[in-house]
């Protein structure tokens, strides 16, 4: 069965991305791992090559390509070399789109260039303690002061946070208004009265660098304000479907990449004088996943289609993004069954895979909320 969007022109990006990460990556992501954090000289080495910034307008340094499909390929050739994903995901799909659509030509010639070239890394600052899936009940706020923002209040679980020189953070200028209060703004690196706490220790993806960001009397200057104040919910509402499609492509390919692994391990090893891809019971396992992946995929281009057309609903988005996270997990969990003991080790791919998979139900929204999203589209 044919399940593929892309053409030729993607096929030649995706052998430069397998080329680029099979020289510059691989030999040390297991001491990035080791380290709980991503060499910068990867993030340079990767603005080099053209691998970030790829939706960015040329004149700013970027690809200048709207097509979906050329990050998609990026994630899943990340996840193909087993090379931490979220960080880049994030960077490129998220932060430098809201920075490349609502910003100013001064703030575009500020931080565009930086990031697609890699010298500016960047991470997004929505969730905080006591609230994650319901950005409304943040409590960060900023208080206009003149020229500045006054910023107080504490942000959690940010990718790229320790690593970040560039962060949207989500602030309530008017709490009053709740959810309809809150304003995006953008923090830099050593601005007076921001701070970084621990660098959280995770179950999984252990070389994505995510801390505690804490903002304490910090003053940002006004111009850092990213598009009108108080429209700050409507952009982010705007931009979830792209991310989380973009976790989709990483669900989707993760689950290809651990049954291909799978199915080579269960025509080798053998149980009983015969291999344990044989068994009926194991076999019948397999052609489910097979199957269920298969319908993923399908759903998933669907879905990039309608996102480079810009019909992409916030349902159908929620529809892939809840599915095809949870099918991760559970080929995760299936496949780690059937490489038994040796699968349970942590030097093994697929302990490392399921261990992965699991935050990808809960960031970019859980699958709960996903669930609720698409239930009020049924008018429930």
């Known amino acids: ?19 680029f990460l099979a020289r510059e990556a691989i030999p040390y992501h ?54 931490t994903a979220p960080g880049f995901v994030a960077h490129n799909d998220v932060i430098a789109t809201y920075l490349s659509g609502r910003t100013t030509p001064e703030q575009r010639k500020r931080w565009l260039p930086g990031l697609c070239s890699g010298e500016l890394i960047a991470a997004i600052a929505m969730s905080e303690p006591d609230a994650g899936s319901n950005v409304a009940d943040i409590r ?16 959690t679980f940010i ?25 995006l703004i ?6 007076p009265g921001f701070t970084r706490g621990r660098r959280m220790e995770k179950l999984g993806w252990t070389a994505s660098d995510t801390c505690e960001l804490f903002f304490d009397d910090c003053r940002v200057p006004a111009s850092n304000l990213i598009g009108k104040e108080n429209v700050g919910m409507a952009y982010l509402m705007a931009g979830l479907p792209r991310e989380r499609l973009s976790i989709a492509t990483v669900a989707v390919a993760a689950a290809e990449k651990m ?17 344990i891809g044989s068994f009926q019971h194991n076999r019948f396992q397999l052609a489910t996943l097979d199957t269920e992946i298969t319908i993923a995929r399908v759903f998933l281009n669907h879905c990039v289609t309608e996102l480079n057309a810009g019909r992409l609903t916030v349902a159908d988005a929620a529809k892939a993004k809840w599915w095809t996270t949870e099918l991760q997990v559970e080929v995760a969990n299936r496949c780690l069954q059937l490489y038994g003991g040796y699968g349970y080790l942590k030097e093994s791919p697929i302990s490392r895979e399921w261990a992965n998979s699991r935050v990808q139900t809960i960031y970019g929204g859980t699958t709960e909320i996903m669930k609720e999203l698409i239930g009020r589209s049924l008018g429930l």
């Not at 900023?142 to 504490?154: C, E, H, K, M, P």
């Not at 790229?160 to 304003?183: F, H, L, M, W, Y």
């Not at 953008?186 to 601005?191: H, L, N, Q, S």
Request: net charge negative.
């Open 140 to 155: 960060t706020t900023a208080v206009r002061d003149g020229d500045f923002y006054v910023l107080n209040g504490q942000k």
């Open 1 to 19: 069965m044919q399940t593929t969007v892309y053409e030729a022109q993607h096929e030649e990006f995706r052998q430069l991305c397998r080329t």
């Open 186 to 191: 953008v923090v830099e690196r050593d601005t």
């Open 30 to 83: 297991d001491q990035w791992e080791r380290d709980g954090i991503i060499g910068r000289e990867l993030w340079t080495k990767a603005g080099a090559a053209g691998l970030l910034g790829i939706g960015v307008p040329t004149e700013y340094g970027g690809g200048g390509e709207s097509d979906f499909r050329y990050p998609a390929v990026l994630s899943e050739e990340l996840i193909r070399a087993r090379v």
């Open 259 to 275: 049954l291909a692994d799978t199915l080579e391990y269960a025509r080798g090893r053998e149980a009983f004088g015969q291999s």
């Open 159 to 183: 990718t790229n946070g320790e690593n970040a020189d560039v962060i949207v953070v989500a602030a309530k200028t008017e709490p009053k208004r709740g959810g309809q209060g809150i304003s």
